[in-house]
């Protein structure tokens, strides 16, 4: 028999071939549904009148924002700030809130996730009820919590509850603190303090070196925190103290408008960010707490023992064995939950919180009417600050694994 | 091979664009089809197919208390409803020939443009864009809104020039933010705004005190007041800061039905100008000498008539609801939860500014 294969079915059955058609109908097809989509966007919008541009960012906006670190980094007035200006304003309380959430999440966290593991009944039990509390109800319905709750035990506004007397005070309006206000020469307290940082990595090299050779240990840490106060104590007193500190102002006489806490005196905390704050670190505290104890529990026990049999000290067993086993399985995870930190600071639009989501895709976007400009806007700003946080995050993972040899 | 690959590729690019490019005309090709039948639909008569189904169907909020709010029972009141029970009545002899469609603020100019409602009586603002841009017209006005804002009383204040340096609550809405900055900035006075997502929200931190002042729309500050712990100690201040007239809408292109519902409500406001009440209306149709009230009534000319109505029409929509007056009192005015004054929504003879054009 004469059998010769048809070159098309040879064609067809080639594996390399089949692979290459498929990814090129994938391609395509993906290809022509953006374009189908993009193409039908810009018909409906040129149907409806609009059309797609940044131009809008230019213009004044004409509404005011609740004060705040934002509006006060950016020197928002109304009638000559523009709506560039609001998106920066937004971004900045966002990142505030964000980077709150996460230093109060990680302690919180950590200490929780330690106490769950604890020998102590009292610690292991209140360790346990909190974290299957606070993991398991909505985070919306705990923001609206601690935003009432915080609200309604706070002192009226032409009262207060004063933390130290004339300095610190709190009533519904918020949080009262005296504001630094810097004198001429106070740039030089700033570099002393840069210079004691550099001085303390010195330091820690120096020690390392002197540990190699001679074996003996320099407590790093107590120079560092010495030589970190010290040098700019130093500096600022002998500049003559070029720090003025604006306090908060208390009046209770007068038109009762007026009576409370004066605007423009000291630095406030509004009680939305307090809310925002809380709500955020409480509820992500608990999912870090379970992190962190399966990060300890992964060493195994026999890791301590062989510390303990080498002639190593209990806290250093800790610090040099245990911990750093447990961060490369805590790292991962962790990353996970800083990043919902940060998404979730815009449910506070809820609570009134002026964060991104509340002043530019709410306010000013019922202003301007770009919705596809500013939810892209926004949902740029959320993916850049979460891919930073993931590349800082695995840079870190990457230093603390287990390399192996 | 590497050229028959290519020749692979290049046959599904341009299949699917083909494809694709086909697909897209054809969608203009519809989108066009329904453009010349919402056309079609306009140029019938809306009284007709009103007369043939044998009802009026009227689009109505959500649920807003005193303009259009469904009880327990699911029976239907407000200042609003009573309009469209008006012109039910008028059309009909009967208030109760009307259907309710509860819409929400973005689907009411959808619904009144695709013929699902017949009317759009839902406290909606008269502007210029919806009267040119949206294909509809408004038939009048039922209601003279406007931003205001409430106080709690201890705050001791009488109007809003004093509120400077104030703490303000208020929820993102159309334009609410920029109208409270906008007097604030034209009175060189300073203030701190409190902008929440939802009205609910508001309510709560303002009832807490976390706000001095709570703004937004006077008739929705008489509402959300009724949520309040203790809404005797807040006063809404005279100040009115935005002009937001509510009124009925119909569809562009209709005159008869728009004249129908137009001069309804004139009817009404016309009614409560020359006494005429619910109780009394048929009295008045038979025993009167007035000319004006005899032509209002229909016992004189054929005004109802050269509506396409029967020529009881206004008798029939005053005994159903009762004139402007009545209406509002038994649904907005002091009596009322809402507790909301006359104010500019009284006659032109009483200091306001309800001026109906004459029957006649």
Known sequence: MNWKPNTFSKFANDANVRGVFFQVVLIATLVFFFFWLTDNTLTNLSNQGKSLGFAFLSGTAGFQISQTFGTWLFDYQVGTSTYLDVYFIGIANTLLVAVLGIVAATVIGFTLGIMRLSNNIVFRAFATTYIEMLRNIPILLQ???????????????????????????????????????????????????ALAILLTFGVKQYAKRVQAQTGKITPVFLIGTALVISIPLITFLATNSPLDWNTPEFKDSGPMLRRGYQSGSGMILVPELIAVWLALSLYTAAFIAEIVRAGILAVSQGQTEAASAL???????????????????????????????????????????????????????????KEIEMIFMMMMV???????????????????????? | ????????????????????????????????????????????????????????????????????????????AGIDVDLCRAVAAAVFGSGDKVKFSPLSAKQRFTA??????????????????RDTQLGLNFAGVNYYDGQGMMVPKSLGVKSAIELDGANICTNTGTTTELNITDYFRSNNMKFNLVAFEKADEVVAAY????????????????????????????????????????????????????????????????????????????????????????????KEGKFGEELGLSNDWALNAITAVGNYSESYEANVGPNTPLKLDRGVNALWSDGGILYAAPIR
């Not at chain 2, 006077?218 to 937001?244: C, F, N, W, Y």
């Open chain 2, 1 to 76: 091979m590497d050229s028959k690959m290519i020749a692979v590729a290049a046959l599904v690019i341009g299949a699917g664009a083909g494809f694709f490019i086909g697909k897209g005309n054809k969608e203009v090709v519809e989108v066009e089809k329904i453009v010349e039948k919402t056309v079609e639909a306009k140029q019938t008569s809306t009284l007709d197919a009103v007369r043939s189904k044998g009802f009026v169907q009227c689009g109505v909020s959500q649920g807003l208390p005193g303009f259009s709010n469904a009880d327990d029972s699911g029976k239907w």
């Open chain 1, 311 to 369: 002639g190593i000290r209990p806290n250093y067993t800790l610090r040099l064995v245990v911990i750093p086993q447990a961060m490369r399985v805590i790292i991962p995870p962790l990353t996970s939950q800083y990043l919902n930190i940060t998404k979730n600071s815009s449910l506070a639009v809820a609570i009134a919180y002026p964060e991104l989501v509340s002043v530019f895709a709410g306010t000013a976007l019922n202003q301007v009417g």
């Open chain 1, 143 to 193: 923001l609206f919590f601690w935003y009432f709750a915080v609200l309604r035990s706070l002192p009226g506004k032409r009262d207060k509850l004063e933390i130290i007397p004339d300095l610190i005070g709190v009533n519904i309006t918020g949080l009262y603190l005296p504001a630094p206000v810097p004198q001429e020469g106070f740039v030089y307290s700033v570099i002393a303090f």
């Open chain 2, 207 to 298: 009832d807490s005190g976390r706000c001095d002042v709570y703004t937004t729309d006077r008739s929705g500050l008489a509402a959300q007041r009724t949520k309040l712990t203790k809404p005797d100690d807040h006063m809404v201040l005279p100040e009115i800061i935005s002009k937001e007239p509510l009124g009925p809408v119909v569809r562009q292109g209709d005159d008869q039905w728009f004249n129908v519902v137009r001069w309804t409500l004139r009817a009404l406001i016309n009614a409560e100008e020359m006494g005429v009440t619910k109780a009394n209306a048929a009295s008045k149709a038979s025993s009167s000498k007035d000319p004006a009230l005899l032509r209002l009534l229909g």
């Open chain 1, 382 to 405: 959320y993916l850049t600050v979460s891919l930073l946080t993931a590349a800082f995050m695995n840079w870190y993972n990457d230093r603390v694994k287990l390399v192996e040899r």
């Open chain 2, 112 to 129: 009144l443009s695709s013929g699902e409602v017949d009317i759009l009586s839902r406290n909606t603002t008269w502007t210029m864009t």
